[in-house]
């Protein structure tokens, strides 16, 4: 199964906007984490939201779960050219096993000055 | 901030060697992780590491593939007889809990290790 899926694949905006990133997923889920990617390294934790959470913040990270639809959302206000990367979304299967992040194909964000 | 390490960075080696890549998780963490990552593919599980055994392990992990913690710091990854697809980026990751407990399964990461078969 393609769990996981991210659209869009690539966003392009300038400095101050809001980017938006969506995922979505087909299996019962324990969690789901967004992970972001600078080229060439290695994935940043960066937001871990449970299955009876419908929202969370951190800083300029707002992500929201929707589980009747299997799907999430990644919002990036007020965007800084750092925050150039790809974002990838991890889901933990409901019953998984330690570790066992099942990622996406993540999106890629570039952030104009 | 405590960080993965993970050496090599990049190692090319010829089809049929071994490679060994090699990580040392954070110190306190008692899970650890391999996955890879095929250049433009998403990253995929290949093992789980638990109190000195594998806990899980993907299709990907076949015989070629083995783990060990030889001294309790460093975390190997060895392929035994490499093959053209195993060209990829290599990631160690390690976390404080396992699955089951409050905020499971948040991983760290180290920066990857490059590995290209020719």
């Known amino acids: 199964s393609q769990q996981g899926e991210e659209d869009p694949q690539a966003l392009s905006i300038q400095e101050g906007e809001n980017a938006t990133m969506n995922c979505s997923y087909k299996?019962?889920?324990?969690?789901l984490q967004w992970y972001r990617q600078n080229s060439g390294r290695g994935l940043v934790h960066l937001i871990l939201?449970?299955?009876?959470?419908r929202e969370k913040h951190s800083g300029r990270l707002r992500v929201t779960l929707d589980t009747s639809k299997k799907s999430s959302s990644l919002l990036i206000t007020a965007s800084r050219a750092a925050d150039t990367a790809s974002y990838f979304c991890?889901?933990?299967?409901?019953?998984?096993?330690?570790?066992?992040?099942?990622f996406g194909k993540g999106t890629k964000l570039s952030v104009k000055p | 901030e405590p960080e993965v390490t993970q050496t090599p960075s990049h190692q090319v080696t010829q089809m049929g060697q071994e490679v060994i890549l090699r990580c040392v998780p954070i110190?306190?963490?008692?899970?650890f992780y391999w996955y890879r990552q095929i250049l433009g593919q998403k990253v995929e599980f290949l093992v789980s590491?638990?109190?000195?055994?594998?806990?899980?392990k993907s299709e990907i992990f076949d015989d070629q593939f083995s783990v060990e913690r030889p001294d309790g710091s460093n975390f190997t990854l060895k392929i035994r007889s490499t093959k053209l697809e195993d060209s990829a980026m290599y990631f160690c990751?390690?976390?404080?809990?396992?699955?089951?407990?409050?905020?499971?399964?948040?991983?760290?990461f180290g920066a990857g290790s490059r590995l290209t078969v020719l």
């Open positions: 939201i449970r299955s009876n959470e």
């Open positions: 990751a390690s976390s404080v809990t396992g699955s089951g407990l409050p905020g499971a399964n948040v991983l760290t």
């Open positions: 299996t019962s889920i324990n969690n």
């Open positions: 991890a889901t933990l299967d409901y019953g998984g096993s330690q570790g066992n992040l099942i």
């Open positions: 110190s306190n963490h008692l899970y």
């Open positions: 590491f638990y109190n000195n055994e594998i806990s899980e």
